[in-house]
């Protein structure tokens, strides 16, 4: 009698490969398996997409070949929504720690209201993100330019102010014009636009009477001297 030895195949094992996200780095998978089989793995690693490597025992074991599937997830981009260009100084809400497509982290630099500026979001570590950008535009604040108003006399007729300045910004004047005293106004632009206020003075200048030395009594016919073109308070 001859008794033949028929061994069995051993299917062999190995801890699962958690996933990765894409690009990252991935270790060498072990050639020998958890239960002691030796082999080679193929195809080669990629950690650029979701691939199932084949492991084949050496030869002459007693073994099956086993597969393993490492799944590699693709990295999502952030998306937010842009925030709007602000004017200089103007309040800035804090930008969203979670994106439009769920995806948590943080930004920087710290948030400036006085210059245009790009942000960076780095996304919370283990998610398989990219980084984002946004850059919110900080518009300067302009000052309205005027020709000055000369001065008048009292009563004398004065102009309405123009309500669009030398640098095209639109507005009002406050307070309504006054011909009779000497006032300041304060041009407010029209709500929206990165423009500061500007004031104009308005000189009205009082009317003098001339005042002149009375001229003496004359007996007819004596000379006559001719009147001063200049009065005694200096106005011609």
């Known amino acids: ?23 990252a780095s991935l270790s060498a998978l072990p050639t020998t398996s958890n239960n002691s089989l ?3 793995w193929s195809p080669a690693l990629d950690n650029s997409a979701t691939t199932t490597y084949t492991f084949t025992p050496t030869a002459g074991l007693c073994a099956t070949s086993a597969t393993m599937t490492i799944t590699v997830n693709p990295n999502v981009t952030p998306s937010f929504t842009q925030v709007a260009a602000i004017c200089a100084g103007a309040s800035l809400s804090a930008l969203p720690t979670t994106s439009n497509n769920n995806l948590t982290g943080t930004w920087s630099p710290a948030l400036d209201n006085a210059a245009t500026t790009t942000y960076t979001f780095t996304p919370t570590a283990g998610l398989c993100a990219t980084t984002a950008t946004m850059t919110i535009t900080v518009n300067p ?3 309205p330019t005027f020709t000055q108003v000369a001065a008048i006399c009292a009563g004398a007729s004065l102009s309405a102010l123009p309500t669009t300045s030398n640098n095209s910004l639109t507005g009002t004047w406050l307070p309504a014009l006054d011909n ?3 006032t300041t106004y304060t041009f407010t632009p029209t709500a929206g636009l990165c423009a500061t206020t500007a004031t104009m003075t308005i000189t009205v200048n009082p009317n003098v009477t001339p005042t002149f030395t009375q001229v003496a009594a004359i007996c007819a ?3 006559l001297s001719a009147l001063p073109t200049t009065s005694n ?4």
């Open 38 to 40: 030796t082999g080679a």
């Open 221 to 223: 016919g004596a000379s």
């Open 141 to 143: 604040n302009v000052t």
């Open 180 to 182: 009779t005293a000497t």
């Open 1 to 23: 009698t001859m008794t033949i030895t028929v061994n069995p195949n051993v299917t062999p094992t190995f801890t699962q490969v958690a996933a990765i996200c894409s690009g």
């Open 233 to 236: 308070n200096s106005l011609t």
